[in-house]
């Protein structure tokens, strides 16, 4: 049984004979008969009684031009949905965002996306590139910003790759330089972010790798809260340069880092690898792009 079957019965029944149901399908008259003859052979029942040119229902082609007209109708329906989440005046997006820096990064391509795609019911997560990378490979998120994985389940496309730099309190001894080395930053407290973050991995190594093992002051996920406690004298903070230089307030001193190569935030947009991505998730992509 095809639809195409479906549409020459249904249409032969509207116009009360196969000539016109030809002349309205644009096909025909032996093409139409032999359609619905098919759909006759398929379904095991004669559905009409043929009189002449004229035709009428039999009791099995009244059910079947019942249900024909609703899954005709469910077709229909169906398709216009479909060129509408292609044409996305409808879709949803379900996106992961760092907790760390979205505003100073995402918010202009956020607002951006909201008006070129107003109809786009965005479900937001926020969290740590470990948080953010289990969503993703779960379903939960179809897209989400992590720090570039090596992993080969994920496929990605990149955002930035950032330095990071110091922020430190402006009466800190190191306060007063352009710029210090990281194991100058020995002795002084670390405030750390939260455990799902890559981020402290690669800093602990990093600090490790130059002979020390940092002290640790406190965690947040929250720049500004981190940035509060530098002020309040609680440590120092590696953050990413973009995100490190908006937040600069009285008492607190940003000090550029010559830190190893490795230390830095390499933001990509991570999917999982051979998975469909959605005409919505496809458009934010375009849009970073840009």
Known sequence: ??????????????????????????????????????????????????????????????????????????????????????????????????????????????????????NVTIHLLEGGSRAIEQAVMTGEL????????????????????????????????????????????????????QRSFVLNDRLLQACQQVGFTPKEGGRSGQADFLAALVAAGQGVVLLPQVVAKALVRPGVVHVTLKAPTQLRWDIAFIWREGAYLSKAAQAWLALLRQ
């Open 142 to 193: 179809e897209l989400g910003a992590s720090l570039t994985p090596d992993d080969p389940a994920f496929a990605s496309q990149p955002f930035c790759d950032e330095p990071l730099d110091a922020l430190l309190p402006a009466d800190h001894p190191l306060a007063h330089l352009k710029e210090v080395e990281l194991s100058q930053l020995a002795d002084t407290p670390f405030l750390l972010y």
């Open 1 to 118: 049984m095809e639809f195409k079957q479906l549409r020459s019965f249904v249409e032969v029944v509207r116009e009360g004979g196969f000539t016109q149901a030809a002349r309205t399908l644009f096909i025909s008259q032996s093409a139409v008969s032999k359609q619905v003859a098919q759909l006759e052979e398929s379904l095991g029942v004669t559905l009409l009684d043929r009189h002449g040119s004229q035709v009428t229902l039999t009791a099995a082609g009244k059910v079947v031009h019942h249900r024909a007209e609703e899954m005709l109708m469910l077709r229909n329906g169906l398709l216009r949905e479909l060129d509408d989440l292609s044409n996305l005046a409808r879709g949803e997006l379900h996106l992961g965002l760092p907790m760390l820096g979205s505003d100073t990064l995402f918010a202009k391509a956020f607002a951006e996306y909201r008006r070129l795609y107003p």
